[in-house]
């Protein structure tokens, strides 16, 4: 009887020591599901401020970026604002030298043409004086270069050019010969003569019909007769017509004056 009751204590002690130990085991259990989930909270935790932080350095990347990009667009806008300054000083200095030009110009102007009124005069004078060649086209140069400085469509640079080449074209003569054709009034008749120039010595005439020689007498400006010069003055016109070979020629010419 007394061995019954030993085993049957036994076993109730081992079921109370098997119902804690499932307790316990319970408990276990919770607690670690417990602190499982709380891992698992402070993970998302963790994940999120981590998500924040990313955010808050992107964002602050993307400041330092922009704060970069503008500092490099400030600095270009300095280089072109030091650019646009010395060319706009440059510009202003070319609008100081205009300024002055046409300041210049119109003093230049107002003393030109006076002078070029001059040279023009001087010019029909020494026509006037010179032996008689080409008169119409010398006359017709003149009036025209008259005519050029009371337009105000020419400009005064044009003006002056053609008063330049009209005493250009002067010069050219007392360094050339040629040969034309002319009516002249000779002993009361108008006849067509072959008329040579040569520079501005002597001009000679001569007729192919009536052998007429002669010469223009500028000390008494007017035509003379002379004969002896023939075949001078035809060979001369021969060469001006470039029909023989330039050679010497023995023709009376006027005697230099005093100017």
């Known amino acids: 009887m007394k061995r019954c009751i030993s085993s049957s204590r036994?076993?109730?002690?081992?079921?109370?020591?098997?119902?804690?130990?499932?307790?316990?085991?319970?408990?276990?259990?919770?607690?670690?599901?417990?602190v499982l989930q709380a891992d698992q909270r402070r993970l998302n935790l963790a994940q999120q401020s981590q998500e924040r932080i990313n955010n808050i350095v992107e964002g602050t990347r993307s400041l330092e970026d922009q704060y970069r990009a503008i500092n490099k667009e400030i600095d270009g806008l300095k280089v072109y604002n030091r650019l646009m300054r010395a060319q706009v000083?440059?510009?202003?200095?070319?609008?100081?030298?205009?300024?002055?030009s046409m300041d210049q110009v119109d003093v230049i102007n107002r003393q030109i043409f006076p002078l070029m009124e001059r040279m023009i005069d001087g010019l029909e004078q020494s026509i006037a004086h010179d032996i008689p060649f080409l008169m119409a086209e010398r006359t017709e140069r003149i009036e025209s270069l008259k005519g050029i400085m009371e337009r105000s469509d020419v400009t005064v640079a044009e003006k002056f050019r053609k008063v330049m080449e009209a005493y250009q074209i002067e010069n050219d003569y007392?360094?050339?010969?040629?040969?034309?054709?002319?009516?002249?009034?000779?002993?009361?008749?108008?006849?067509?003569?072959n008329m040579l120039r040569i520079g501005r010595m002597g001009l000679y005439f001569q007729s192919d019909d009536t052998k007429i020689t002669g010469r223009w007498d500028n000390a008494n400006r007017e035509w003379v007769i002379d004969n002896s010069a023939r075949n001078e003055v035809r060979k001369g016109l021969r060469m001006a017509r470039q029909l023989i070979a330039p050679e010497l020629i023995v023709i009376p010419v006027p005697a230099a004056e005093a100017s």
């Open 89 to 100: 000083e440059g510009q202003q200095a070319t609008l100081d030298d205009i300024s002055l």
């Open 10 to 34: 036994r076993l109730a002690t081992a079921f109370v020591a098997l119902a804690a130990t499932m307790a316990t085991g319970s408990v276990l259990a919770q607690t670690v599901d417990q």
């Open 174 to 193: 007392g360094s050339s010969s040629e040969h034309y054709e002319e009516s002249l009034k000779i002993d009361g008749a108008t006849r067509a003569f």
